[in-house]
């Protein structure tokens, strides 16, 4: 059984373009959750998807967008980046349970 | 105010001590509890859940959960320099639209030799 993957590890981009990150949630799970984490904070919630539905968002602005496959991988889309946009994003997967929410390593983002 | 406060520490120990780590809360909605170990540039592992208010134990870990306080503690006894890392609590009402996760802000706690 795999767990939960990410890709890239590390990413540099400068203001104004965009990015997506991916996730392979790990196996049998059909729910995705996406959150951000700045530096000395905790995560923060992005949305969450289940059944390739979008099942949530939390307080981010739209140019923050999601996708969901059948297979329940998942990409977060980010739009005109901008410097407060650089974290650790996050993806965790479950099986519709919220304690067993299981994240991946993350990908780090820095905006320059 | 955020919803979850958690002391972000650094705490530090001796080898050996016992561990407390804690967190407070403002929403009465929250009926599950989470505990995430945290290692430098790594993702949260999750350690322990519990639902509602009690006692959960799982080796050297112990979770505890007053809802009537809105307070929520991990215990760790016979720290190891192994435990040294940032731990996150997280909570969910489960009545939301998503089950999303409330985190603290973590606490960075170092096992000295």
């Known amino acids: 059984e795999t767990g939960v993957t990410q890709s890239p590890t590390h990413l540099i981009k400068t203001r104004g373009q965009q990015v997506t990150l991916r996730c392979s949630s790990q196996?049998?799970?059909?729910?995705v959750s996406w959150y951000q984490q700045a530096l000395g904070q905790g995560p923060q919630f992005i949305f969450q998807?289940?059944?390739?539905?979008?099942?949530g968002r939390g307080n981010f602005p739209p140019r923050f967008s999601g996708l969901q496959f059948p297979n329940y991988s998942s990409e977060l889309n980010v739009n005109a980046l901008e410097l407060d946009d650089s974290a650790l994003y996050l993806c965790?997967?479950?099986?519709?349970?919220?304690?067993?929410?299981?994240f991946g390593p993350g990908t780090r983002l820095l905006v320059l | 105010q955020k919803e979850v406060e958690q002391d972000p520490g650094p705490l530090s120990v001796p080898e050996g001590a016992i561990v407390s780590l804690n967190c407070t809360y403002s929403?009465?909605?929250?009926?599950?509890f989470m505990w995430y170990r945290q290692y430098s540039r790594k993702g949260p592992e999750l350690l322990m859940y519990?639902?509602?208010?009690g006692n959960k134990e799982d080796g050297r870990f112990t979770a505890q959960v007053d809802k009537s306080s809105k307070y929520i503690s991990l215990f760790i006894r016979d720290s190891q320099p192994s435990d040294s890392a940032t731990y996150l609590c997280?909570?969910?009402?489960?009545?939301?639209?998503?089950?999303?996760?409330?985190f603290g802000t973590g606490t960075r706690l170092q096992v000295t030799l």
């Open positions: 965790a997967s479950s099986l519709g349970g919220v304690e067993t929410q299981y």
């Open positions: 196996s049998g799970h059909n729910t």
């Open positions: 998807y289940y059944r390739e539905e979008e099942n």
């Open positions: 929403n009465s909605a929250f009926q599950y």
């Open positions: 519990t639902y509602s208010s």
């Open positions: 997280a909570m969910s009402n489960p009545t939301g639209t998503a089950s999303k996760l409330t």
